[in-house]
């Protein structure tokens, strides 16, 4: 059960832990589960049927420390995350303590809380690499969870398949534009030019001499970027600074180690590079989704 392994920075802020505090619940309240963990029911919902391996759930939840005092001081809470909750799929418990086990307790509308043994939750669970300063072997956590909702494997697998199916068709559709933006303006500048099987285009205007780059190689380049509507995003001209790379490391994005690669030191060439070979669907700032990107280069020296 991967909960929340970037909490685990908040688990030795003394900040985080010391300003919210519930009053401890006394351990007697709690019954014993199987595998070690504590448990007691807050409220049962009006469903019966408890998870079962497979399910997805929608949590409410925050965790303690829990050292036997009066109060027990916050760690976690989904609260602040921007969804109010997390989601986690149930598996079998894979240890001795192991809050999974819990999970199978519960239907959709209860509320529980669970006393854990920090360290095994901390290693097993949270996927940290050692025991934070601050956490000492005998320590406690008390979960606080509220089942918002149950999502049975068979239905959820189906959603994500819509959802797919959704996002291939959005990226789809991207794709069918960018290349008809390309089109466009390979036809208003007279480019004839097939493009490479990648599907890139390198026009070369000014031929270099010399070994072509090969993998491993830095090489030093002058250029500048423009979307195709002529809007330039980059320019190591305008810096007075040319930039460096080496060559097939993954430095760049594909388009500039394929590119790049074509020309002989002094070359110059423009380089029209679809997004499938650039930044896909990343928005880059200055640089939108899918877009199709022009580079002016020159390429000044190989090492």
């Given at each position: 059960?991967?909960?929340?392994p970037f909490a685990l920075a908040a688990i030795i802020s003394s900040t985080a832990?010391?300003?919210?505090?519930?009053?401890?619940?006394?351990?007697?309240?709690?019954?014993?589960?199987?595998?070690?963990?504590?448990?007691?029911?807050?409220?049962?919902?009006?469903?019966?049927?408890?998870?079962?391996?497979?399910?997805?759930?929608?949590?409410?939840?925050?965790?303690?420390?829990?050292?036997?005092?009066?109060?027990?001081?916050?760690?976690?809470?989904?609260?602040?995350?921007?969804?109010?909750?997390?989601?986690?799929?149930?598996?079998?418990?894979?240890?001795?303590?192991?809050?999974?086990?819990?999970?199978?307790?519960?239907?959709?509308?209860?509320?529980?809380?669970?006393?854990?043994?920090?360290?095994?939750?901390?290693?097993?669970?949270?996927?940290?690499?050692?025991?934070?300063?601050?956490?000492?072997?005998?320590?406690?956590?008390?979960?606080?969870?509220?089942?918002?909702e149950r999502t049975p494997k068979a239905v959820f697998e189906e959603k994500q398949?819509?959802?797919?199916?959704?996002?291939?068709?959005?990226?789809?559709?991207?794709?069918?534009?960018?290349?008809?933006?390309?089109?466009?303006?390979?036809?208003?500048?007279?480019?004839?030019?097939?493009?490479?099987?990648?599907?890139?285009?390198?026009?070369?205007?000014?031929?270099?001499?010399?070994?072509?780059?090969?993998?491993?190689?830095?090489?030093?380049?002058?250029?500048?970027?423009?979307?195709?509507?002529?809007?330039?995003?980059?320019?190591?001209?305008?810096?007075?600074?040319?930039?460096?790379?080496?060559?097939?490391?993954?430095?760049?994005?594909?388009?500039?180690?394929?590119?790049?690669?074509?020309?002989?030191?002094?070359?110059?060439?423009?380089?029209?590079?679809?997004?499938?070979?650039?930044?896909?669907?990343?928005?880059?700032?200055?640089?939108?989704?899918?877009?199709?990107?022009?580079?002016?280069?020159?390429?000044?020296?190989?090492?």
């Amino acid at each position: 059960m991967k909960i929340l392994p970037f909490a685990l920075a908040a688990i030795i802020s003394s900040t985080a832990c010391a300003q919210q505090f519930i009053d401890a619940p006394s351990n007697k309240d709690f019954k014993t589960m199987p595998n070690g963990i504590l448990y007691r029911s807050v409220k049962k919902g009006p469903n019966k049927e408890t998870a079962v391996e497979g399910d997805f759930l929608k949590l409410n939840l925050s965790y303690y420390m829990h050292r036997g005092g009066k109060k027990d001081s916050l760690i976690f809470t989904s609260q602040n995350l921007p969804d109010k909750f997390v989601q986690v799929g149930v598996v079998k418990p894979i240890y001795k303590g192991d809050l999974m086990e819990g999970m199978f307790f519960m239907a959709q509308g209860d509320s529980a809380q669970f006393i854990v043994p920090a360290d095994s939750f901390l290693l097993k669970s949270a996927g940290s690499r050692g025991i934070p300063e601050g956490i000492k072997k005998d320590d406690k956590f008390l979960f606080s969870i509220s089942l918002v909702e149950r999502t049975p494997k068979a239905v959820f697998e189906e959603k994500q398949k819509q959802a797919n199916a959704k996002k291939e068709a959005e990226m789809s559709q991207k794709s069918f534009d960018e290349k008809a933006k390309r089109d466009e303006y390979l036809k208003a500048n007279n480019i004839t030019q097939a493009p490479n099987p990648s599907g890139l285009i390198a026009i070369i205007s000014q031929e270099g001499a010399g070994a072509k780059p090969t993998t491993g190689q830095k090489v030093t380049v002058h250029y500048t970027g423009y979307l195709l509507d002529g809007t330039k995003f980059d320019s190591s001209v305008d810096r007075g600074q040319p930039f460096s790379f080496t060559i097939g490391k993954g430095q760049v994005i594909q388009g500039w180690d394929e590119g790049i690669a074509l020309l002989s030191p002094g070359a110059k060439a423009k380089l029209i590079i679809p997004s499938s070979i650039g930044y896909g669907g990343r928005n880059m700032g200055s640089i939108p989704p899918f877009s199709t990107l022009v580079f002016d280069v020159e390429l000044l020296k190989v090492e």
